[in-house]
């Protein structure tokens, strides 16, 4: 770094390359000398001796460190943080000194480089009632707890930081044993924080009533907004057999940084288990009297408490005001899980609140009120639905056709030669709407070996006006053998104008039947307006073969 720049003296390369030789050396006697450094005049020398004292690992380095920690600009305390360098020793005798000052050094140095493993031994001070220095322990302690449960999260489960968690919960446990004697809240806190609920102290502490920190553990539990003790709740609602107090919790607590958390987890398909453990709720606090703390949260948030809520034991009645005001949410997730929800609500006053999102703005929440009109009976649904049949939402399209699934071809096929010719007229127009593959379907029929088939399927072209979907078609069916089929096909392209069909019935002109000949020129004169079509003579040359 340029020293004109940074303010600082310059340093010969040669004290620097000496300074890189004493980071890289195992021999302790260089510490002593980088630990005069430090007290260098020159800045350059002081970062150059704290840089290579990073690198050893003596007692000695450690001491010259906390010593001289209040000294430490905030980048250089960061330095020594990033480093990995540990403080253990030196931390450890300034704890154990009496000296209140050098506690509280030892204290504060802790809160910015944590030594994982002197969590025992805040523990003992802490559980000692007689120690003037508990109270400020505790919260370096819980502090500390908080910082290891961090860092498993951060860099995943290792063997060496799992074994200091280990320890950790190991002597934080004993104390919990003891818990009658010192009823020491931080240790508690620490614990919770870093215990999973598969440990069986915890587990038999939440358990029993009787035991003497289960009162003190349900308490946490339920008022904490501590992100690991939140974790740890919430973990009850995977759990095969979950301890019932904590369970309840889930449905007792409505705090906002809860809520936030529970129904950030609980987003998408609930499994078995989640919802066999929410059967077990009978009071769900924030799905009835605190039910407006749903307002604060997402809409995906909203769409999820609202299906763990239809999970729980309250029963439909008790839901129903909440399935409401979420119906009315701002947010469109929310708006449709409530509507999906309502689905099983017949009544007059829900039939109106279906029919109004019909015109909700989110094409979704649409579409699910589409869905449940004829469920509901409603009086006009079908005409309703048909309304919505060409909207540009592909997924309002698809719900009116599955609402609308029993006018599919098929079936009108099946039923056409019973059907009077208004109910023929009017079930196919709305097979042709509605059934997707009625074209293609159709298209099998015209070319079906059975000749009746394909008769068939040319009345309902023309019932159906489907002519233009089918121009192809019947463009193709011009030339097959049967005469009576190019006949009527040439009929119906009438109703064509594409210089495609044009041209085909031109050509059709020249048919060897002379009613295919009529019916082309018939359909020329339609497309044409009735204007004059040029002779046959004029556009190819007479098929000489005997007409059928």
């Known amino acids: 770094m340029d020293s004109s720049c ?28 980088l630990v005069d450094a430090l007290d260098s005049p020159y800045s350059d020398v002081r970062e150059l001796a704290l840089s290579a004292l990073l690198e050893q690992r003596h007692a000695v380095a450690q001491r010259a460190l906390v010593d001289r920690w209040k000294r430490f600009t905030p ?81 995943g489960i290792q063997a060496n930081v799992e074994s200091v968690r280990n320890r950790a919960i190991d002597s934080l446990g004993d104390c919990i044993r003891d818990y009658e004697h010192h009823e020491s809240l931080p240790i ?103 039910c407006h703390v749903l307002e604060k949260l997402n809409g995906l948030q909203q769409a999820a408490a609202v299906h763990m809520a239809m999970a729980t034991s309250l029963g439909s009645d008790r839901l129903y005001d909440l399935l409401v005001m979420i119906a009315k949410s701002e947010d469109a997730n929310g708006r449709l899980a409530a509507m999906e929800e309502l689905a099983s609500y017949v009544d007059p006053q829900t039939n109106e609140l279906i029919l109004g999102a019909i015109r909700d703005p989110n094409s979704a929440v649409r579409a699910e009120a589409l869905r449940q009109l004829r469920p509901r009976g409603i009086p006009g649904a079908i005409k309703l639905l048909l309304q919505h049949l060409d909207s540009p939402q592909l997924i309002v399209q698809d719900t009116v056709r599955k609402a609308l699934a029993e006018f599919n071809f098929p079936r009108y096929v099946a039923a056409f030669d019973k059907m009077s010719p208004d109910a023929r007229r009017n079930s196919g127009r709305l097979v042709r709407g509605i ?44 030339q097959h053998e049967d005469h009576f089929l190019r006949a009527e096909s040439a009929k119906l392209l009438g109703h064509c104008s594409s210089s495609t069909a044009v041209k085909a019935l031109r050509s059709a002109m020249l048919d060897r039947n002379v009613r295919v000949r009529e019916n082309a020129e018939e359909s020329l004169r339609k497309i044409a307006g009735n204007k004059s079509v040029p002779p046959v003579d004029s556009l190819a040359p007479v098929d000489p073969q005997v007409t059928s």
């Open 435 to 478: 059934d997707v593959n009625t074209q293609r379907l159709l298209a099998e029929e015209l070319n079906s070996d059975a000749a009746y088939r394909r008769l068939r399927a040319l009345r309902m072209i023309e019932i159906m006006e489907n002519h233009v979907d089918m121009e192809a078609d019947l463009i193709k069916a011009l």
């Open 6 to 33: 940074s303010g600082k003296s310059s340093v010969p390369s040669g004290i620097e390359k000496t300074f890189q030789l004493f980071a890289k050396t195992d021999n302790h006697a260089v510490v002593p000398v």
């Open 75 to 155: 980048v250089q305390r960061s330095w020594i943080e990033l480093s990995g360098i540990s403080l253990e020793i030196a931390l450890r005798e300034l704890i154990h000194s009496g000296d209140s000052e050098k506690f509280n050094l030892g204290l504060e140095i802790l809160n910015q480089v944590p030594e994982f493993e002197l969590i025992p031994t805040l523990a003992m001070i802490v559980r000692d009632q007689g120690n003037t220095f508990r109270d400020s322990a505790g919260s370096t302690l819980v502090n500390l707890a908080a910082t290891l449960r961090k860092k498993l999260r951060s860099e």
């Open 188 to 290: 508690l806190e620490a614990f919770l924080v870093l215990v999973t609920r598969e440990n069986q102290l915890l587990r038999e502490a939440w358990n029993n009533a009787k035991h003497p920190a289960h009162a003190a553990i349900i308490r946490f539990l339920r008022h904490s907004s501590r992100p690991e003790i939140i974790d740890l709740v919430l973990s009850s609602l995977t759990d095969m057999h979950p301890a019932a107090p904590v369970l309840q919790i889930i449905g007792m607590r409505h705090d906002p940084a809860f809520m936030s958390e529970l129904t950030s987890r609980a987003q998408g398909t609930l499994n078995d288990t989640v919802r066999r453990n929410l059967s077990k709720l009978q009071r769900v606090a924030w799905a009835e009297e605190h």
